[in-house]
């Protein structure tokens, strides 16, 4: 079939094979990453990708939101010790095709790895043993383009 868009289905792929073989982007070799210059010891200039990290987190239901109390509180400050700045929480969603209207948070991070270190603080890890029990969402930490 002929390519026509750079999602799956305009391929005639299946949704496991778009997954499978993305079109080409940053994790395909090609790089679209922002990049700075610093020095190194010798004062030449090296490139550094500042590809920053995200938070995404989705709630699909949340039946107690008082429970969240201490975790938001702990998690509140284990993001801004990490370096995290919160760009979406409790704002509107419009969903569409397998998506969810719950809660959606979104934090940034100057970095991937800064977003990743942050998940894997000692102050984090004291958050997360304050969610409920049962309590349910889909977390992911992603690389941004630039």
Avoid: C
């Amino acid at each position: 079939m002929a390519e026509a868009g750079s999602n799956g289905k305009d391929r005639g792929m299946t949704s496991k094979e778009a997954f499978e073989n993305p079109p080409p982007g940053p994790s395909s070799g090609s790089s679209n990453l922002s990049v700075n210059s610093k020095s190194d010891v010798s004062g030449r200039a090296q490139e550094v990708s500042m590809a920053k990290g995200y938070w995404v987190s989705v709630y699909p239901a949340i039946s107690d939101p008082e429970g969240l109390t201490a975790y938001n509180e702990l998690a509140g400050l284990a993001v801004r010790a990490g370096g995290g700045r919160v760009l979406s929480n409790f704002g509107r969603v419009v969903a569409h095709e397998a998506g969810i209207t719950e809660r959606v948070v979104l934090i940034e991070f100057d970095s991937f790895e800064q977003a990743v270190a942050a998940y894997e603080s000692e102050a984090y890890q004291k958050a997360l043993v304050a969610l409920p029990d049962g309590f349910e969402r889909d977390f992911r930490i992603i690389e941004g383009i630039d």
